[in-house]
């Protein structure tokens, strides 16, 4: 998990430099993604990871 939440935040980083990302070590398997206390994305309820394209939508997407 540890190499899909890293790209993931050098991408979010890479967009928008102004974001801080920041990764917390949880168990069971959850990998969660959260925006100004949103949830983004759970690789629990898809099933999957997300692509870091997907994710950068949501991110543009709450931006408005």
């Known amino acids: 998990y540890k190499?899909?939440?890293?790209?993931?935040?050098?991408a979010i980083k890479g967009t928008?430099?102004?974001v801080e990302t920041i990764m917390t070590k949880g168990s069971g398997g959850i990998f969660?993604?959260?925006?100004?206390?949103?949830k983004l994305f759970s690789k629990h309820e898809a099933g999957r990871f997300p692509t870091q394209e997907e994710i950068l939508a949501s991110i543009e997407r709450m931006k408005g």
Not at 32 to 38: K, L, R, S, T
Request: charged share 10%.
């Open 3 to 10: 190499g899909v939440a890293s790209g993931l935040a050098a």
């Open 16 to 18: 928008y430099p102004g």
């Open 32 to 38: 969660d993604v959260f925006a100004d206390g949103a």
